[in-house]
């Protein structure tokens, strides 16, 4: 079979499973140039050539798991986050653009040159290395409590300093409980996307979010109970001065203004991801 066969019969059956998944055609060529391993322009360039058996065995599995929805991030094996191509699998989640929006804020703080900075729930460690990328002189401490997911952070910051000729010394990757582990006044800033979604919330049962290990999404108290712990343990790990950073859903953001309130936080800022939606809060502690 064709190139340009196999993506015109591929397309089909995405769109027919997904029931019109706008992204068929590009699902189909990604996976496709995935499996030749060769670039997207390599299939338009020579649609006529002629795909060999081990390439279709390995291609129709593929399909058939993007057909049941798996995201086409697992199925790829990375996913791009903050220019930074990141080994991805069903341990973690997948890095979204809005927590890219949440980085682009946090490199604007006023803060020291050699801040140490901790990423909280850093999953495959996308915030903590797109922070370590931009600023090679903050100590960037980077934590789960996945065991499973401070493995893949692992193998990323280890390719990530192959890459940039980083310094591993400025990187510290751990197993811990949200702050339980970290001093009094350890960190200048402390940045986390948390799990923040409510147990019985329709959009666990849709699209990539369902493939996703749930402890990186749910948490109790209306999704709120990991923030609560977050901002409570910043009380004592946070210097004064520093500054929390935290990735919320659309609804949550009045409460956690609220709590940063009552925990005596200023210049509390609810900022909008670029769909317009309150997505994450930053708040300086006095
Ligand atoms: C929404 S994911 C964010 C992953 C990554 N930071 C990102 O933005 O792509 C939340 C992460 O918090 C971690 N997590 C859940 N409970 C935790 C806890 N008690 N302490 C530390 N991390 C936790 C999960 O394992 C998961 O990796």
């Not at 190139?3 to 997904?18: G, Q, R």
């Not at 797109?130 to 193998?155: I, M, N, T």
Request: net charge negative; aromatic share 8%; hydrophobic share 45%.
């Amino acid at each position: 079979m064709r190139i340009d066969e196999l993506i015109a019969e591929s397309v089909a059956v995405i769109d027919t499973a997904l029931s019109g998944e706008s992204t068929a055609r590009l699902d189909a060529e990604l996976l496709l140039s995935h499996v030749l391993k060769k670039q997207r322009s390599y299939l338009y360039a020579y649609p006529e050539v002629l795909l060999k058996p081990e390439h279709l065995a390995e291609f129709y599995p593929l399909l058939q798991q993007r057909c049941d929805g798996q995201p086409m991030a697992y199925l790829l094996g990375e996913k791009e986050f903050w220019s930074l191509s990141l080994s991805v699998d069903k341990r973690v989640l997948i890095p979204r653009p809005e927590t890219e929006e949440m980085v682009e804020q946090v490199l604007d703080l006023p803060l020291p040159p050699q801040s140490v900075v901790a990423d909280l729930g850093t999953g495959s460690g996308a915030i903590a290395l797109a922070l370590a990328k931009e600023k090679p002189h903050w100590f960037v401490v980077a934590s789960d409590f996945s065991a499973q997911a401070v493995e893949v952070a692992k193998q990323n910051s280890q390719q990530h300093q192959e890459n940039n000729n980083q310094s591993a010394e400025q990187f510290l990757l751990l197993r811990a409980d949200w702050l339980s582990a970290f001093a009094e006044n350890s960190f200048d800033l402390i940045v986390s996307n948390p799990p923040y979604i409510d147990a019985l919330d329709a959009h666990l049962k849709h699209g990539d979010v369902q493939f996703e290990p749930l402890s990186a999404l749910v948490s109790p108290n209306a999704g709120l109970a990991d923030i609560e712990k977050i901002v409570a343990g910043a009380d004592t790990c946070l210097k004064a001065g520093g500054y929390l950073a935290i990735e919320h859903g659309y609804d949550q953001g009045e409460r956690i203004v609220a709590l940063l309130d009552r925990h005596g936080y200023q210049d509390i800022v609810d900022n909008h991801d670029l769909a317009g939606m309150p997505r994450f809060v930053i708040a300086g502690k006095k």
